[in-house]
């Protein structure tokens, strides 16, 4: 695929029909993500394939997800789950329904992918938040300002909403691409031996109002 143009992206819903496409291309875009490797270990297609099934759980049984993409001649280059404001913790219904997933990694993996979900999620904020997560850019196709139009589209239905939106990160470099967008970090933490940081973003005045 030829690198695309940033003016001829689209950016809108992920529909339905859209996630298989998305799905395989977030668990292609996080594969080496430092927490996934220490999770599930050292071979990458291992990770590829547990975080595609992972990724497959989480869009079928966490139904409020109102996650976007950015597609580029017909083709989906970058995507992101995001979790209206009170719908980013599994109720245990949920949990139940995404366990096996999760069990399908092995005994090992889960009980470290088990550790690291259950630390992020005692830092979820008390407030009500938009929860942005997972999200990737198609490998072969990061750093040429695809993210940025689709975070900026994420930061754009914040405001007009007026929600503050929360992330974690295991990445320095993520660090500065959220804080570009108005993203502050509110804590830091070693989960399963991997820097974590978390980060929360308040809403901009629009001007409509
Ligand atoms: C993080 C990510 C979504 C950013 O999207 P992108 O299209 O690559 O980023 P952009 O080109 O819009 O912006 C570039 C900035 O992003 C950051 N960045 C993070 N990962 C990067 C990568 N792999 N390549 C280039 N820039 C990256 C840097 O801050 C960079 O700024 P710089 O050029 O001044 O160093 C994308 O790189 C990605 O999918 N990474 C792997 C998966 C991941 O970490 N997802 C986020 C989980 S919280």
């Not at 080496?32 to 050292?42: E, K, L, Q, R």
């Not at 590829?48 to 997800?65: H, K, N, S, T």
């Not at 975070?151 to 929600?163: I, P, V």
Request: net charge neutral; proline share 8%.
């Amino acid at each position: 695929m030829t690198t695309p143009s940033l003016d001829e992206l689209e950016v809108g819903d992920l529909e339905r029909d859209d996630l298989p496409e998305a799905i395989g291309l977030l668990a292609r875009g996080m594969r080496d993500n430092p927490i996934h490797v220490a999770a599930f270990g050292d071979n990458p297609e291992k990770r590829r394939r547990i975080l595609e099934r992972l990724f497959g759980a989480l869009f079928r049984v966490m139904v409020a997800q109102q996650p976007i993409r950015v597609r580029s001649d017909g083709r989906i280059v970058a995507a992101t789950g995001v979790a209206p404001a009170g719908s980013c913790q599994p109720t245990p219904r949920q949990g139940l329904a995404l366990a096996p997933a999760m069990l399908a990694a092995g005994p090992r993996s889960a009980g470290r992918a088990s550790r690291w979900i259950r630390a992020w999620g005692a830092r979820d904020p008390d407030e009500p938040h938009v929860h942005l997560g997972p999200l990737a850019v198609d490998a072969h196709l990061q750093g040429q300002g695809i993210g940025s139009r689709l975070l900026a589209e994420h930061c754009r239905r914040l405001d007009a909403t007026g929600e503050v939106g929360y992330l974690e990160t295991d990445r320095p470099e993520n660090v500065a691409f959220y804080e570009r967008q108005g993203f502050e970090i509110v804590d830091q933490a070693d989960v399963i031996g991997v820097a974590c940081w978390f980060m929360r973003r308040p809403p901009r005045a629009t001007g409509d109002g």
